[in-house]
């Protein structure tokens, strides 16, 4: 689990999806070096269309390096496409995201993920996942709200809000969510962990 990911995966079925998701990719980084894919999946769960497929690749190969090119980068991050046919799409993207060793793949989630359940890809995720639900906003956020339980990932959330804060210009909320039924060990070690979310909150002027 890394504090703040170098190096991220942002795989896409269509390259229309892919520049809200590349620029909060490129968000996450905050500021530092990194390197962010465009990773682009055409799957063929049959061998006799595989040759059928390099058309497909090719022109989503095209298309994705044209958007690649119009992500800003401040000369610190490296944005690169890459495109991968495979029998099942998810299998392929944990592949490339094993062998690229990245620290974060951002997903785009509309209830399924290429083909595959949520429960599926989060049961052995091949690094840190980000699940974007939804369609970004055209227009420029304001307010992020952060949800955080007091489980493990509750600081990983907390570094990720404030990477966007940062970039682009967020005020963060931190709202603590206390499932109901929870025993009493359960409820102290929520409530640590929450409290150095908070701590870590009050040193942030964007964080209330």
Known sequence: MADRPTRILVPVA????????????????????????????????????????????????????????????????????????SRRAWQGIRRVALQEQVDLVVL?????????????????????????????????????????RGGPQAELAFRWAAALAEALNLQVTVLNVRPRGQSLQERARAEHVFAGVARLAERRPRFS
């Open 14 to 85: 269509r390259p229309d999806e892919a520049e809200p998701l590349l620029r909060l990719a490129t968000a996450l980084l905050g500021g530092q070096a990194g390197r962010v894919i465009a990773l682009g999946v055409v799957e063929v769960p049959d061998s006799p269309a595989y040759s059928q497929a390099a058309a497909r690749a090719r022109e989503l190969r095209r298309r994705l390096q044209a958007v690649c090119a119009e992500i800003p980068d401040a000369g610190r991050v490296e944005v690169r496409s890459a495109v991968r046919v």
């Open 108 to 148: 785009g989630w509309a209830g399924e993920v290429f083909g595959t359940t949520l429960a599926a890809v989060v049961r052995e995720p091949p690094a840190d996942l980000a699940i974007v639900r939804g369609t970004l906003p055209g227009r420029p956020l304001r307010r992020l709200l952060l949800a955080v």
